[in-house]
Every structure is written in C-alpha cells, then in structure tokens.
C-alpha cells in the first residue's frame, strides 16, 4: 500500500503539518520502524502523533526518529466531527496520549504551531523551551538583505568573489564531507559501524526529498575546486529548513556558510517558503544566527519520566559522586 497517498486521502483538509509529519519522511529515517498514536472522526484523520519505540533493560522509550528535529502531536484546525470543534484540541490530545503504550521515557520538541502545552501538563507531561528563528515568507528578499547585520553583508558580498556555489553536490560527497569535519571541528570519534549507518539514514532521507522535490545540497567551493562548506535544505508545508550543515576549519573557508545562508534565504524568498533556522545547535550559534534578523520562535520540549525510571537516575547520580 502506498502510505502516503492513503495518508493524504484520509486526512482532515487542514492539518497543523511539517515535513517531519510525512509518512515517507518518517519511512525514510527509520526503514519504516515506526509507530502513531490515531484519532479518526467521519472517515478522517483529525488527529495523529508518530513516535518511534525503544526497549532496553526493560525500560521503554518514546522519542523521535533520527533527522528528524520536531515532531509532536499533529491536529486538525477545524471541525471535521462532532464533539471535536476548534479549539478543542484537549480532547484530542487526551485521546491521543491515552493510546501510547506503557513507557518509562517520552521525550518530543513540537514544532512552534503548538504554542502552549497545558493540556499535556494535565496529564502529567512536563515542558520545556527550546527556541528557533523564522524569517516569514512574506518578507520580500530586499527587505531581508537589509535586515543582515552590516559585517555579515559584507562577510556575504566578500565570500562571492572568493567562491564558487555549487548547485549538484552528491549526496555521497556530503555525506564524507560532513564525516570528516564534524569529528574534526568537534573532536568526536565514531565506530565505522556508526557512521555507515548515519550515512545510511542521510542518503535515505536525501534521496526520499528529491523524490518529492523537497530537499537540496548546495555547496561552495574555493577557487582550487576545494570543497569549503555544504548546507542540505529541506522544505514543505510553506517552511524551509535549514537542517544540516558543516564546513571546514581551514580560515581559507571564512565566509561560505554565511554565503549558503544566503543563496538559501533567497531560494526560500523564490519558492515562497517561511525559512526556518531549525534551532541552534550550541548557545554561540545564537549570535551569529539572529545576525540574519527573523523572528525568535519557542519549540516546546515535552517529557514525561516514570517514578521508578526517575528514581534509578537519582540514585545514579548520588553514587557517582559519593565520596
């Protein structure tokens, strides 16, 4: 069966979406392991909340799949059924909570669509902010450009004489690119097991975008042909994020993520897509980021701990600094 497109047929006219929520997203990161707690009304989905499950040591965990940077409970903007009227979407998500399996663990950053987490909180979930920056996609691309912070303009106008932008970078390439670098700039190791299967997971979910026309590589390069900085894009239900991104260490590179940051802000602009900053990988990313202008947006953070999973950490914690 064609999930997706069964998906789309049996789903309420207007949902609160993002590209995370597509079924052949969630396919695509997990080789379709994945599980969803469902509220049907008149033959629609009004209601859904995908979640990938985990077992060990007898501990049962809810989260998100890998890639994938929000999730959380996806709900129906109008009536579609009695009963379930706008904005009773407390029921909903009662209904919703109530179908997940038993679990020690949940833990799911909600897109900002979902601004307040009270209902959750009723029902014992606790939560947390997380923050990310959205420049809308009515702001037109003059506007933007002068909403740049002065230096980074000029960091942009100087990386375009001294780089070439590449539009057909390989996924492969990125994938050996961003490897290489990421455990360099961060000093992380990784088994080659762990890294075939992150590559795995990427090139999956690369090759998942472009089938739905969703997601790109740009790159730049210096004027050796050496591949300074890469960025993967992907886009849907009127956003596009910034989702992955890496770049060299070499101060030859200075300047080409704030170029790709650009060329992205002005393909967003060209697709009429709201950009989104997808978060902020580490708290000195938030300077350089808001240097961009756009607009400060809360991620919700829901978790929800068992007593007795809450209780072992406890007693972790004392006996690891008992003198």
């Given at each position: 069966m064609d999930y997706s497109n069964e998906f789309a047929r049996h789903t309420a006219p207007a949902f609160r979406a993002t590209i995370f929520h597509e079924p052949w997203w969630l396919d695509a990161v997990t080789q379709g392991d994945w599980c969803e707690a469902r509220v049907d009304a008149n033959g629609k989905i009004i209601a859904r909340l995908p979640y990938v499950m985990?077992?060990?040591?007898?501990?049962?965990?809810?989260?998100?799949?890998?890639?994938?940077h929000t999730l959380?409970?996806?709900?129906?903007?109008?009536?579609?059924?009695?009963?379930?009227?706008?904005?009773?979407?407390?029921?909903?998500l009662n209904e919703l909570m109530g179908q997940l399996p038993r679990h020690d663990y949940f833990h799911q950053v909600c897109d900002p669509s979902i601004e307040s987490a009270l209902p959750l909180y009723t029902l014992g979930y606790d939560s947390a902010l997380t923050y990310t920056l959205r420049i809308e996609a009515s702001q037109s691309t003059?506007?933007?450009?002068?909403?740049?912070?002065?230096?980074?303009?000029?960091?942009?106008?100087?990386?375009?004489?001294?780089?070439?932008?590449?539009?057909?970078?390989g996924i492969d390439e990125f994938c050996h690119f961003y490897n290489l670098n990421v455990k360099s700039n961060h000093k992380l190791s990784w088994s080659k097991n762990?890294?075939?299967?992150?590559?795995?997971?990427?090139?999956?979910?690369?090759?998942?975008?472009?089938?739905q026309d969703s997601g790109c590589l740009l790159a730049v390069r210096d004027e050796k042909n050496v591949l300074r900085a890469a960025i993967m894009l992907v886009w849907g239900h009127g956003v596009m994020f910034y989702f992955l991104t890496v770049?060299?260490?070499?101060?030859?590179?200075?300047?080409?993520?704030?170029?790709?940051?650009?060329e992205a802000l002005k393909m967003a602009h060209?697709?009429?897509?709201?950009?989104?900053?997808?978060?902020?990988?580490?708290?000195?990313?938030?300077?350089?980021?808001?240097?961009?202008?756009g607009e400060i947006r809360n991620r919700i953070a829901i978790t929800?701990?068992?007593?007795?999973?809450?209780?072992?950490?406890?007693?972790?914690?004392?006996?690891?600094?008992?003198?």
């Open positions: 985990k077992r060990s040591m007898g501990i049962t965990a809810l989260g998100m799949p890998p890639l994938t959380g409970p996806q709900l129906s903007l109008f009536e579609t059924a009695p009963g379930f009227r706008k904005p009773d979407h407390r029921a909903l003059d506007i933007t450009w002068q909403g740049i912070r002065p230096r980074i303009r000029q960091t942009i106008q100087k990386a375009q004489k001294t780089f070439a932008l590449q539009y057909d970078l762990f890294e075939r299967r992150a590559n795995q997971v990427k090139i999956r979910l690369y090759e998942a975008c472009r089938a770049h060299d260490a070499d101060p030859a590179g200075a300047g080409a993520i704030k170029l790709l940051i650009w060209a697709k009429r897509l709201t950009f989104d900053f997808d978060g902020f990988s580490r708290p000195e990313a938030v300077n350089i980021l808001t240097g961009f202008g929800k701990i068992s007593p007795l999973l809450l209780f072992a950490r406890t007693i972790k914690s004392k006996t690891r600094f008992a003198i």
